[in-house]
């Protein structure tokens, strides 16, 4: 089992930035690939970010691309993403996930991830 627990969200206004953490505790979660999801209200929860074991490849959905950055301490257990140039519409729940055993490269599909952070909400106001 892997736990993860996020923290950082908060309510900024448009144009700021926000740094997630992720703590992660438990079996291995250095040797996983891991991402961050999103959920905003009545939508489905997506992609956001991904990133291999070893923190050397990254992926990110398109609307992201040039204001986010994901990365990790594996001496740390730890996932970030640094978020800048905010926007309304990234207004969401923010997940932190681990994948199961045998993903090293980035994860873009959310079944590949067995296990979730509880969230943390962010808020960018207009």
């Known amino acids: 089992q892997v736990q993860l627990v996020e923290s950082g969200g908060g309510l900024v206004q448009a144009g700021g930035s926000l740094r997630l953490s992720c703590a992660a505790s438990?079996?291995?979660?250095?040797?996983?690939?891991m991402g961050w999801f999103r959920q905003a209200p009545g939508k489905e929860r997506k992609f956001v970010a991904g990133?291999?074991?070893?923190?050397?490849?990254?992926a990110y959905v398109d609307s992201v691309k040039g204001r986010f950055t994901i990365s990790r301490d594996n001496a740390k257990s730890t996932l970030f993403l640094q978020m800048n140039s905010l926007k309304p519409e990234d207004t969401a729940v923010y997940y932190c996930?681990?994948?199961?055993?045998?993903?090293?490269?980035?994860?873009?599909?959310?079944?590949?991830?067995?296990?979730w952070g509880q969230g943390t909400q962010v808020t960018i106001s207009s």
């Open positions: 996930a681990a994948t199961g055993g045998g993903y090293v490269l980035p994860q873009t599909n959310a079944d590949t991830y067995p296990y």
């Open positions: 438990g079996r291995t979660p250095s040797n996983r690939a």
């Open positions: 990133i291999s074991w070893s923190g050397g490849s990254t």
